[in-house]
T-cell receptor, first 115, second 112 residues
Framework: GAVVSQHPSRVICKSGTSVKIECRSLDFQATTMFWYRQFPKQSLMLMATSNEGSKATYEQGVEKDKFLINHASLTLSTLTVTSAHPEDSSFYIC???????????FGSGTRLTVV | GDSVTQMEGPVTLSEEAFLTINCTYTATGYPSLFWYVQYPGEGLQLLLKATKADDKGSNKGFEATYRKETTSFHLEKGSVQVSDSAVYFCALIEGSNYKLTFGKGTLLTVNP
């Protein structure tokens, strides 16, 4: 089945630095990918919709200058957390619409810890 | 707008017990309905789905039936195992916007 690979699975960074998270569709082309943030014991919050070759669409309240999304090819979308702060620590998950009618395939998530 | 309401957890059961996690939805049209499962420290996996009224989705012993009259999609399993311990999310997609609307998730813990 359709697989989405997300990397890294865990990252620890210092305050003020930037972190890039990659999401790749391995055996299908993903015109659209989605980025979610999940706080402990809470549901997923959609941050933005990433469209290949165009600007991402951000949900209300999400800072687009802080969470930079690039979707330069049909198989790769990246989320860069710029000037990270401890409050950005969270679990970030990407997903892609597979076109098979099964909804979405999700990446395995990235645990970001900012110290 | 669309919304999904699922029973709040946590739910704690003994092995081989019967499981029900309630899920109801609000939508203007005819959404597709999904159950996703999230094991600790991992992303989400599709557990089952139903795309139209009276469809029954099933997988790994779990079942859910799309009930349009009650706008529900309750998840059931006749005999849970310790390995079923996870967070379960009910979700829907409606229309062409391709955005998943999630419930808040229900944590299930199964004890031996």
């Amino acid at each position: 089945g359709a697989v989405v690979s997300q990397h890294p699975s865990r990252v620890i960074c210092k305050s003020g630095t930037s972190v890039k998270i990659e999401c790749r569709s391995l055996d299908f082309q993903a015109t659209t990918m989605f980025w979610y943030r999940q706080f402990p014991k809470q549901s997923l919050m959609l941050m933005a919709t990433s469209n290949e070759g165009s600007k991402a669409t951000y949900e209300q309240g999400v800072e687009k200058d802080k969470f930079l999304i690039n979707h330069a090819s049909l198989t790769l979308s990246t989320l860069t957390v710029t000037s990270a702060h401890p409050e950005d620590s969270s679990f970030y998950i990407c997903s892609a619409e597979t076109g098979t009618g099964d909804g979405y395939t999700f990446g395995s998530g990235t645990r970001l810890t900012v110290v | 707008g669309d919304s999904v309401t699922q029973m709040e957890g946590p739910v704690t059961l003994s092995e081989e017990a019967f499981l029900t996690i309630n899920c109801t939805y609000t939508a203007t049209g005819y959404p597709s309905l999904f159950w996703y499962v999230q094991y600790p420290g991992e992303g989400l996996q599709l557990l089952l789905k139903a795309t139209k009224a009276d469809d029954k989705g099933s997988n790994k012993g779990f079942e859910a039936t799309y009930r349009k009259e009650t706008t529900s999609f309750h998840l059931e399993k006749g005999s849970v195992q310790v390995s079923d311990s996870a967070v379960y999310f009910c979700a829907l997609i409606e229309g062409s916007n391709y955005k998943l609307t999630f419930g808040k998730g229900t944590l299930l813990t199964v004890n031996p």
